[in-house]
């Protein structure tokens, strides 16, 4: 499966993005999908994840209750709506995508097969 994200771009602080990752292949929806992101001089994070069917999502604690992911395999898409945008948000976000048909959300980049190229997100203060 290839995967394109979408939809970064410069917000001022208590603004709203939304990310998309778009892929391709008949079998996106057997593939389970997380968002990672890198801040300069930091390592990928683990942001948000949903299994194959969009049943079970899991966010970190960091973005809890300002990001939402979510999927329509229909589309062959999944998107990160983040809301309350913080400075300390800016980094490369990244969506990853691994075979499961199990409900667990995989929150460690090495699970995950398959990788976008990044889109860049700047929060202003």
């Known amino acids: 499966v290839q995967l394109q994200a979408s939809g970064g771009g410069l917000v001022q602080a208590g603004g709203s993005l939304r990310l998309s990752c778009a892929a391709s292949g008949r079998t996106f929806s057997r593939y389970a999908i997380g968002w990672f992101r890198q801040a300069p001089g930091k390592e990928r994070e683990f942001v948000a994840g949903?299994?194959?069917?969009?049943?079970?999502?899991y966010s970190a604690d960091s973005v809890k209750g300002r990001f939402t992911i979510s999927r329509n395999n229909a589309k062959n898409t999944v998107y990160l709506q983040m809301n309350s945008l913080k400075p300390e948000d800016t980094a490369i976000y990244y969506c990853?995508?691994?075979?499961?048909?199990?409900?667990?959300?995989?929150?460690?980049?090495?699970?995950?097969?398959?990788w976008g190229q990044g889109t860049l997100v700047t929060v202003s203060a």
């Open positions: 990853a995508a691994r075979w499961s048909t199990l409900a667990t959300i995989h929150q460690n980049e090495y699970e995950y097969d398959y």
């Open positions: 949903t299994s194959w069917s969009g049943g079970s999502t």
